[in-house]
């Protein structure tokens, strides 16, 4: 006999264990604290993406790497071999995440990182600090694939968009801290030709320490509840939900979110077999997965809108700032080593301030409001940008006031792209997936936003030359297309369970899907009766014991 577990939800099926924001937040600061702590992996790649701008203006590895310094297509290639590996280390990372488990897939990250960052600081040549850099690159992309998974999976839903966009927030610091670590060690030994070799050799060691934190850290992390009931592992589960929430053992929310989870790992288990019967190789099988991403429309519906938000976030001219500030700030008017690092790291300040806002209110704002209104500002700041380099690109030194309006401009999309597509492009791609192809399909989005950005490290130098003023209108056609591709075309998802996105995305629309989906959710005991937003609610069933008779019952 099956004991029933009569719980609900409330009228917009929100599982939820206390109030979105920063009020969520402060109400659950175990998982808070793991979260920030999973986020020094954005940290890393952050770090190494700002530490780099600094390095190569610096007199003494100028003066070590004169091919380097002085050639602005191997600059960008240098600049560029860091995405390339982290393209193919997030596209890799889906079936290794699922293997080995997210926490041992972030251990593993971190010792490829540290391997990376060591050949950086110590190279002699060239090929040294191409090849440190493409193995650093494997690990940062192996990071950004497997931190916003793995805390999309460790959330509840009323504060998953704000947890995840921790790791936006990790990136914002580790930029920060990378300007201004260069800006200091510029000074040892002076900033001209005495300039000692420590001044770079120092910030690209430095990445080492919090990579050695997080490695460390990795041993007292949790595994996800979801991987762990993916591997069958159904007590494990159980208690590190309990563990999660932070709530009485016995709450009905902790044993309908173990059910919903059983339910979408039974459902997708039961499908695969069904659609891929006899196939017993990983190897095959993840193949076949990964076709099912482009061919099955559901799936692909989603992965286009994962996919599209990497490549249109690069495209609104992030990372050409990020990389080529000091170019851009010295191209404007602004002269000198100290003052063109001054002023990119005021860049790394703003973004790391206007991110803090997504982390609290993003869960009560909206995915698609921030998108929007994150847009609009990027788009009048490329443009008035771009209007005040077409008019005064050849007089800066005569219109430093202009040069400085641009400045302002530039550190106003900053702040308008951290806190909107610069948090939202980590979270949707986590969280819109169901949990067979999620992985996988994370991967594959965060591989498109490493490729994309490989892309606009080459071509940025090359425009900026070439084009100049119209570098700024080129990102600004791609802030316009993301404000109506949100609006008319991006579903909401804040507030939603993992397990619901099928009602927002269309999958189990067909009958044999739903017929299944009925079945599995029958044979646990799934009903709705009450609503359970605070806790309270019932189980028909005489005592805890028949919980775990419903979750182990396989009819």
């Not at 192996?142 to 936006?168: D, K, T």
Request: proline share 4%.
């Amino acid at each position: 006999m099956v004991a029933t577990v009569s719980l609900a939800v409330t009228g917009d099926n929100e599982l939820s264990y206390g109030p979105p924001g920063y009020k969520g937040l402060i109400k659950e600061p175990y998982i808070f604290f793991l979260a920030c702590f999973a986020s020094i992996g954005g940290l890393l790649f952050g770090y190494d993406q700002g530490v780099i701008s600094g390095v190569l203006v610096m007199s003494n590895f100028a003066k070590q790497f004169p091919t380097l310094a002085n050639d602005a297509g191997l600059q960008g290639w240098m600049v560029a071999v860091l995405t390339l590996g982290a393209m193919f280390g997030a596209l890799l990372n889906g079936p290794i995440a699922d293997r080995i488990s997210r926490r041992w897939d972030l251990l593993l990250a971190n010792i490829i990182f540290l391997v990376g960052s060591i050949i950086q600081c110590s190279a002699v040549n060239i090929p040294m600090i191409f090849i440190g850099r493409f193995i650093a690159g494997l690990a940062i992309g192996q990071l950004s694939m497997v931190v916003p998974l793995y805390l999309g999976e460790l959330a509840p839903p009323n504060i998953r968009g704000s947890l995840i966009a921790l790791q936006q927030w990790g990136i914002t610091v580790g930029i920060m801290v990378a300007f201004w670590l260069d800006y200091g060690t510029q000074h040892i030994g002076g900033t001209g030709d005495g300039q000692s070799p420590a001044a770079w050799r120092f910030p690209l060691a430095f990445q080492c320490v919090p990579s050695l934190i997080l490695a460390t850290g990795t041993f007292f992390l949790p595994y996800s509840p979801r991987w762990l009931m993916s591997k069958g592992r159904e007590d494990e589960t159980l208690a590190t939900l309990r563990r999660l929430r932070r709530v009485d053992p016995n709450d009905p929310r902790i044993r309908l979110e173990l059910l919903e989870i059983k339910a979408a790992c039974m459902f997708d288990q039961e499908t695969v077999e069904a659609k891929f019967p006899g196939i017993n190789s990983r190897f095959t099988l993840a193949v076949k997965q990964y076709q099912e991403l482009f061919f099955v429309r559901h799936l692909n519906r989603r992965l286009v809108i994962a996919c599209l938000l990497q490549i249109i976030q690069q495209f609104t001219g992030i990372n050409a700032i990020i990389y080529y500030a000091p170019q851009i700030f010295q191209a404007i008017g602004l002269k000198g080593n100290s003052i063109d690092l001054l002023a990119t790291g005021v860049v790394g300040v703003i973004n790391f301030l206007s991110t803090i806002p997504a982390i609290m209110f993003l869960d009560r704002w909206g995915r698609k409001k921030v998108l929007i209104i994150g847009a609009i500002g990027m788009g009048i700041s490329q443009l008035i940008v771009g209007t005040l380099y077409a008019v005064y690109q050849n007089s800066w030194e005569d219109h430093r006031s202009a040069g400085w309006a641009a400045a302002v401009f530039i550190w106003i999309y900053i702040s308008n792209f951290a806190f909107s597509i610069g948090c939202v492009n980590w979270i949707m791609p986590s969280e819109i997936f169901p949990p067979g192809v999620r992985s996988k399909a994370v991967g594959v989005a965060i591989s498109t936003n490493w490729l994309t950005n490989f892309i606009v490290a080459l071509i940025t130098p090359r425009m900026l030359k070439s084009i100049t003023f119209g570098t700024f209108y080129f990102f600004l056609v791609f802030c316009i297309i993301l404000a109506f591709w949100v609006y008319f075309f991006v579903p909401e998802t804040k507030g939603r369970r993992i397990e619901e996105m099928d009602e927002i995305f269309g999958g189990n629309q067909g009958v044999e899907d739903m017929a299944r989906i009925a079945d599995i959710r029958r044979r646990l005991g799934i009903t709705v009766s009450q609503d359970i937003s605070s806790g309270k609610g019932s189980l028909e069933a005489d005592d805890k014991e028949a919980v775990f008779e419903v979750t182990h019952h396989e009819a």
